[in-house]
């Protein structure tokens, strides 16, 4: 998979990938990621990229030359086709799912811009969405690129460890995931639930599913209305209820 950013920090964007899961499955050239800065596009002495808005107000905009240069540039460097996505606070909530749809492609191209965001001729003429990572606002997309990266490539083949972890996991189903616990089996007077402990994988497997359920029924209930529950799920959430055996420190 090849991966473009287009930033005015490839350093932050460069450093942050050399760690953990990410750093090892770009060393093992599951992917590779290329940055492109628009300064480098700047055709001033003082390679300006950004000027104020047109109609006043406060901070900055993205100037479209450089900025689109830069896309320009990166986008010849991947894959043909692939999305050019502008990372910003008014794009599409970023989800499992569309993260998922981004593991499945030869590569993409993020744009993280800083300031008020990029002149919107660059969005019309450039982008092919826009993505956020949140209800929140960013001083830049630079962050936003490097979650999207780290979503998806802990998603390709070979990247976990164990393939069943990405496949188990909580959001891949709609459903927040269970409690973990490792040894020692007690600490601080709290002991790993008995259920846990045995070598009964059935029961276990009940333990979890409702774990999960009950708890993406307390903290997200917003995730069991997009999705429904299966009847397996809704008898295990009775149970649990009834018992009031939830846990809802969230
Ligand atoms: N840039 C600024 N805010 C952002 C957000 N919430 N998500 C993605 N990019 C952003």
Do not use: K
Not at 102 to 116: K, M
Request: charged share 20%.
């Amino acid at each position: 998979m090849q991966i473009g950013v287009v930033t005015l920090f490839p350093e932050l964007v460069c450093d942050a990938l050399a760690h953990g899961v990410l750093g090892r499955a770009l060393e093992r050239g599951l992917a590779a990621v290329q940055t492109e800065d628009p300064r480098a596009h700047a055709g001033d002495a003082h390679r300006t990229v950004d000027d104020r808005p047109y109609g006043g107000g406060p901070g900055m905009v993205g100037t479209p030359a450089p900025w689109a240069a830069a896309i320009d540039a990166a986008a010849s460097r991947l894959p043909a086709g692939v999305p050019r996505l502008h990372l910003s606070a008014q794009g599409a909530p970023l989800t499992q799912q569309r993260v998922q749809e981004l593991a499945g492609l030869p590569g993409f191209l993020l744009v993280a811009s800083r300031y008020e965001g990029l002149d919107q001729r660059v969005i019309d003429s450039r982008i092919d969405g826009e993505i956020s990572i949140g209800d929140y606002v960013l001083s830049g997309g630079e962050f936003a690129a490097l979650v999207v990266i780290d979503a998806v490539v802990r998603l390709l083949p070979g990247a976990l460890g164990d393939e069943r972890s990405s496949v188990e996991e909580s959001f891949a189903a709609g459903r927040l995931d269970w409690p973990h616990y490792t040894r020692p089996v007690e600490w601080e007077g709290r002991s790993v639930p008995t259920v846990l402990q045995g070598g009964n994988h059935a029961a276990i497997r009940h333990w979890r599913l409702a774990q999960s359920v009950t708890r993406t029924w307390v903290r997200r209930p917003d995730l069991i209305v997009q999705g429904g529950l299966s009847s397996e799920e809704s008898r295990l959430l009775n149970e649990f209820l009834a018992r009031r055996e939830v846990d809802d420190n969230g």
